[in-house]
T-cell receptor
Framework: GENVGLHLPTLSVQEGDNSIINCAYS??????FIWYKQESGKGPQFIID?????DKRQGQRVTVLLNKTVKHLSLQIAATQPGDSAVYFC???????????FGTGTSLTVIP | ETGVTQSPTHLIKTRGQQVTLRCSSQ?????VSWYQQALGQGPQFIFQ???????GRGNFPPRFSGLQFPNYSSELNVNALELDDSALYLC??????????????FGSGTRLTVV
């Protein structure tokens, strides 16, 4: 199936703290995952991706962890800043390259 | 290098009418995908176009149709509009299907309101 769900619909963190956003997926055939950030009035913006042959990938201030055993994905944001406030989506791709299945999203609010 | 541009940005239509939304893909990208994003939800895949042909379709009725032109730009057409069609319509471009890397590049979308 196409169930890509997020554990928490909202998350509030203090500026400077680390944020962790979680995502569960149901299809073990999924082999490619992307985290997107969507600010109000804008389209989703690519943050970081990971393939199923990896369990961790790091970018600038962000880390994605993939646990295929429990079909869980997480996005860690280090030293969260007010500009990180947005809705975050995980999306999975099931080997066709044609479409991504998105979760509902987690709204992150950074408190100054 | 330009990004993905969509037009119009906002649109109000009456139930039963038809609408055409337009998308110009990012330079170098020859694949265009369309998504519908209802308020408070994640985007849902409508269809994808590659080499001017439909290359995959989500769970949307036939009144949702599309075109891709030789310059890779694309149109989304929706006939017989229903109130539930009110949503943000997103266009995303990428290199040939199956390419990874940065995945899709999304436009800012067209906000369609059906009254």
């Amino acid at each position: 199936g196409e169930n890509v769900g997020l554990h928490l619909p909202t998350l509030s963190v203090q500026e400077g703290d680390n944020s962790i956003i979680n995502c569960a997926y149901s299809n073990s055939a999924s082999d490619y995952f992307i985290w997107y950030k969507q600010e109000s009035g804008k389209g989703p913006q690519f943050i970081i991706d990971i393939r199923s042959n990896m369990d961790k990938r790091q970018g600038q201030r962000v880390t994605v962890l993939l646990n295929k055993t429990v079909k869980h994905l997480s996005l860690q944001i280090a030293a969260t800043q007010p500009g990180d406030s947005a809705v975050y989506f995980c999306a999975e791709n099931m080997n066709t390259g044609n479409q991504f299945y998105f979760g509902t999203g987690t709204s992150l609010t950074v408190i100054p | 290098e330009t990004g993905v541009t969509q037009s119009p940005t906002h649109l109000i239509k009456t139930r039963g009418q038809q609408v055409t939304l337009r998308c110009s893909s990012q330079s170098g990208h020859n694949t265009v995908s369309w998504y519908q994003q209802a308020l408070g939800q994640g985007p849902q895949f409508i269809f994808q176009y590659y080499r001017e042909e439909e290359n995959g379709r989500g769970n949307f009725p036939p009144r949702f149709s599309g075109l891709q032109f030789p310059n890779y730009s694309s149109e989304l057409n929706v006939n017989a509009l229903e109130l539930d069609d009110s949503a943000l319509y997103l266009c995303a471009s990428t290199e040939p299907p199956g390419q990874g890397g940065d995945g899709y590049t999304f436009g800012s979308g067209t906000r369609l309101t059906v009254v």
